[in-house]
């Protein structure tokens, strides 16, 4: 049998600024710099002038080689310099569906009166975002990691970098803030109707109340709304995406109870009664849930949308 | 919003496109007109396509293109390896590149290959204007690859000048350091090409009539002398070159190096004269050295009439301290192998000056009057020096003795020594450089191409080989105060070489003596130079280990400095206002009352007072004082006096 080699991942071995509460400060123990393809590319070609230059005896040729290598040398400082000492600390996170991408907001704040340039953070191999701070200014940073499981999701490891300002060297730090972001349960596909309203728990057939003819309003479009509903004519009037929202549903009041919900496995019941909040919120609903040690009464707010969401999020049947 | 990485920026494009067209303006003058064409033309193509006027051309264009150029450059250049056809491939592959570069790597690839193409700037030239006039491309194209590293949206066109800027001046004290403590390896390394020395000028192995008059239109500069002491006299001053001796009837050659005579003896009386030479590169082995040679420089050959000459060509500019004896006796004895050499002359040609020679020696004159007699013909018949002399017939000797008459210092050597030799009495010609110009400003002597010459040598009994020139009968200007006193103002001589314009003169040699160092001190900066130097400043002999050393020690120390002033953080600027305010905010603290960020003045005052209801007047009054001055409208000295006092005298326990 054939082993890979595998060498220990290096990059595992070098310091992470792990505050115990933000900010985290990446001071000079925690950045790192090792110079880019580009500046290899730069030292081949000053050795290919520094050898010209000895060839053909040009002592012009040494002086621009001795220039640009000692121009390399600077570079690396001001590479070096322009993440030093940036302060990073968290920032408003907004939870997401399962299928989206997670969003970590931070914020990186200069405090040693330089301008900032080209600063990148990025999560795992996730694409980099960029920003430029100002002198004794702040800038957000989004970054995102596609939201793959319901409940919390931690940042990780956030690796910030520049190659600023020649791309000859890249600088870069580790950080791990406690940094999470709420990921809600995929909903289901639309499709199965809300349970309807009654008294005391049950869950009855669903009963269309014929409210769909008295449309009470325009909201915002979310995610789960059923397509429908969308007012397309306000969209291609380049309005975004509008909601349509009607009199009638607002006055039933149901329960949308684990217990009832159909479903082959765990994952498949959240989905859905996912998909029933979201339509039962969208509707303008009096809706409750009821989960395995957890009861949220009926209301129709966005603070009760997103408790239920939570909820969801975060049920653990084990 | 968050930028993500973009394409470039019409800024970067442009940065790129200024920063290439400086480098290639620097190739302009050497590269074949075509060559500018297509630099233009491909570089306005690439604008064209950056405001999006035209799209990128497709491979289908630029793979032909691409053959074209090269096979263009060979023509144009008879092959793809000389120095010129080299660059002129550079050029064009660059600006082809240019026609496809859309992305950060291409961005970086060129400007990298423009970093070099700049170097090869300097095989064409390495003057103090070249000097200078690199720092431009260099400074655009270090802006570009600034713009470049800025991959969310444009910096703008200042913001990275000024940061190159910057950053090249922190490098330049690394540069010096590097530049003088490199341990320098003498090239060259491998060969260079043969085109690399192409136009050259300088003296040549022989001596025809007329080469010598068209290398006195050059104003180049042949060499410069600096002399230990004073500089002697002009007329003294024959800068030995070749020494010919064989006469084929119209030009004259060195003798054959085969031939295995012993070297003449040389007898010197007096002081030596001593003095360093900075040689001009002219691909030939002809070191120049006053007449005669007493101390030669290291690694060069002496031939056995004195002529000095180097084992390789002389292709780069070198320097040599050497010293020469001007009060000499050459070759006491002359054998009989070289006396035939030295009469050598051809049966059945120029049979006038023939015949006067034997009218000469028949008439009984011993040599060293008919030396005198044939200086007297030149001096008393209508001879006259001119820069342009009439072509020569079939027998040019002939021609120019009972003839033309006018000719240049060539014409009268080689007829002179044509005259000795048909009279019995061995001769030879000796070419070189005469005299010069002082540079009062540096103190030292300028020889330009238009100062080369042609003198003879004759052999007398009892005073060896004695320099006879006939020039000097004809013109003895030309020998006292140099050519531009010989010859009148209508001749083509050199504008430099000129004596009208004094106050243009004046300048011309303040800025010889600024290349003058600059050659010295920049470009002759060699293996010998640099350890004579720092062994100098160090004080005892070094090597090129301890330069190593040094190298390393100097570069780690300034780049640490560098370093350290860089990272240096920048204060908050505080006004006195809030310099007070914090002193208050100090007192407070001391008594464990702590202004948190979000806390107002007012808000902790109110807070502060609360906790110490004893002080709760001087507080709120220092508070609401601090608050109109700082936020009100109606600050003045008064106040901020007042408040100075207030915190002064508060006392928080």
């Given at each position: 049998m054939a082993y890979a080699l595998r060498l220990p991942d290096?990059?595992?071995l070098l310091r992470t600024a792990r505050p115990s509460s933000a900010p985290a400060k990446l001071g000079r123990r925690y950045i790192y710099i090792l110079p880019t393809r580009y500046g290899l590319m730069y030292a081949v070609v000053l050795i290919g002038m520094l050898v010209g230059a000895i060839n053909y005896t040009l002592s012009l040729g040494f002086v621009l080689t001795f220039l640009l290598a000692a121009l390399g040398n600077v570079a690396m400082l001001h590479t070096w310099r322009n993440l030093a000492n940036l302060t990073i600390t968290t920032g408003r996170m907004e939870p997401v569906f399962v299928g989206e991408d997670a969003r970590f907001e931070l914020i990186a704040t200069d405090h040693s009166g330089r301008p900032r340039y080209a600063i990148a953070a990025h999560i795992a191999d996730q694409a980099p975002a960029y920003a430029d701070i100002a002198a004794f200014g702040q800038v957000k940073l989004l970054l995102t990691r596609p939201?793959?499981?319901?409940?919390w999701q931690q940042a990780g490891k956030i690796t910030f970098f520049t190659e600023f300002p020649l791309g000859l060297f890249h600088a870069w730090s580790y950080v791990e803030l406690d940094c999470r972001c709420l990921v809600y349960p995929h909903p289901a596909m639309p499709g199965l109707a809300v349970p309807s309203a009654s008294a005391e728990g049950s869950t009855g057939a669903a009963e269309s109340t014929g409210g769909d003819d008295d449309f009470a309003g325009l909201r915002t479009y979310q995610f789960g709304d059923s397509s429908r509903r969308v007012d397309w004519k306000a969209s291609s009037r380049e309005q975004g995406l509008m909601t349509k929202q009607f009199q009638?549903?607002?006055?039933l009041s149901l329960w949308l109870d684990w217990q009832l919900t159909p479903g082959h496995n765990v994952e498949q019941r959240i989905s859905q009664l996912t998909r029933w909040v979201i339509d039962a919120h969208t509707a303008n609903h009096n809706y409750g849930l009821r989960l395995p040690g957890v009861e949220l009464p009926p209301a129709n707010n966005d603070g009760h949308y997103h408790a239920c969401l939570e909820a969801l999020a975060i049920l653990d049947t084990k | 919003m968050i930028p993500a990485i973009q394409r470039p920026t019409l800024t970067d494009i442009r940065w790129l496109l200024v920063s290439l067209g400086l480098v290639m303006a620097l190739h302009v003058a050497h590269l074949a007109l075509w060559v500018s064409a297509a630099i233009v033309m491909l570089g306005l193509w690439r604008y064209a396509i950056a405001i999006g006027k035209l799209d990128f051309p497709r491979l289908m264009i630029l793979l032909p293109l691409t053959v074209l150029g090269g096979l263009g450059i060979m023509l144009t250049y008879h092959g793809l390896f000389g120095r010129d056809a080299s660059v002129a491939l550079l050029v064009i592959m660059l600006s082809l590149k240019l026609m496809e570069t859309n992305s950060r790597r291409d961005f970086m690839l060129l400007t990298f290959l423009s970093y070099f193409l700049t170097t090869t700037a300097f095989l064409f030239n390495q003057s103090v204007v070249v000097g200078l006039v690199m720092l431009l491309p260099i400074i655009c194209l270090t802006a570009t690859l600034v713009g470049i590293s800025h991959p969310n949206g444009s910096l703008g066109w200042r913001h990275p000048l000024r940061l190159s800027g910057i950053m090249l001046a922190q490098a330049a004290p690394v540069m010096l350091a590097l530049f003088l403590l490199f341990p320098r390896v003498p090239g060259p390394l491998w060969g260079v090409p043969?085109?690399?020395?192409?136009?050259m000028t300088g003296l040549s192995d022989s001596m025809e009539p007329g080469n010598i008059s068209q290398l006195s239109l050059s104003g180049a500069i042949a060499f410069r002398a600096e002399f230990k002491g004073e500089i002697p006299k002009l007329s003294q001053l024959y800068w030995r070159g070749p020494v010919l001796w064989h006469f084929d009837g119209r030009s004259w050659r060195m003798s054959s190096n085969r031939l295995n005579l012993p070297r003449e003896m040389l007898r010197v009386q007096g002081a030596p004269t001593l003095y360093s030479v900075t040689l001009e590169p002219h691909n030939r082995n002809i070191l120049l050295m006053l007449d005669m040679p007493t101390s030669l420089p290291s690694n060069a050959l002496l031939t056995r009439d004195y002529q000095v000459q180097s084992r390789e060509p002389v292709r780069t500019r070198i320097r040599y301290d050497v010293s020469s004896n001007l009060n000499y006796t050459l070759a006491a004895r002359l054998d009989g192998h070289e006396r035939e050499l030295a009469l050598q002359t051809i049966d059945g040609e120029n049979p006038r000056a023939q015949a006067l020679a034997e009218q000469w020696v028949s008439s009984g004159k011993s040599p060293e009057q008919i030396v005198q007699t044939a200086l007297t013909m030149f001096r008393e018949q209508p001879f006259s020096y001119t820069l342009s002399p009439p072509l020569l017939g079939a027998n040019p000797i002939d021609d120019f003795l009972f003839n033309t008459r006018s000719g240049f210092c060539e014409h009268y050597a080689s007829s002179f020594t044509y005259l000795m030799r048909a009279a019995g009495i061995p001769a030879r010609v000796v070419t070189g450089y005469q005299g010069g110009e002082v540079n009062s400003v540096g103190n030292y002597l300028i020889v330009r191409q238009s100062d080369a010459h042609a003198w003879s040598e004759v052999w007398l009994e009892g005073r060896g080989w004695t320099r006879v020139d006939p020039t000097a009968a004809v013109s003895p200007l030309r020998i006292e105060s140099g050519i531009a006193a010989a010859l009148p103002e209508s001749n083509a001589l050199p504008i430099l070489s000129r004596r009208d314009f004094p106050l243009l003169r004046k300048l011309y040699l303040s800025w010889d003596a600024v290349n003058n160092n600059w050659n010295q001190?920049?470009?002759?900066?060699d293996q010998q130079r640099q350890l004579d130097l720092l062994s100098r400043l160090a004080g005892n002999r070094l090597s090129w280990q301890d330069l190593t050393i040094g190298m390393m020690l100097a570069v780690g120390v300034i780049g640490l400095a560098i370093g350290l002033a860089m990272l240096r953080g920048k204060q908050i600027k505080t006004d006195k206002l809030q310099r007070l305010y914090a002193k208050f905010l100090s007192k407070l603290e001391s008594a464990g009352i702590k202004r948190a960020s979000h806390e107002g003045p007012l808000d902790f005052g109110q807070r502060a007072a609360a906790r110490l209801p004893h002080k709760a007047q001087a507080i709120s009054q220092i508070s609401g004082l601090y608050a109109d001055l700082r936020y009100?409208?109606?600050?003045?000295a008064q106040a901020l006096e007042r408040l100075r006092n207030l915190i002064k005298g508060f006392k928080a326990s």
């Open positions: 290096w990059k595992n939201a793959k499981r319901r409940g009638g549903e607002a006055k | 043969q085109d690399s020395y192409r136009g001190w920049v470009l002759g900066y009100g409208s109606k600050a003045s």
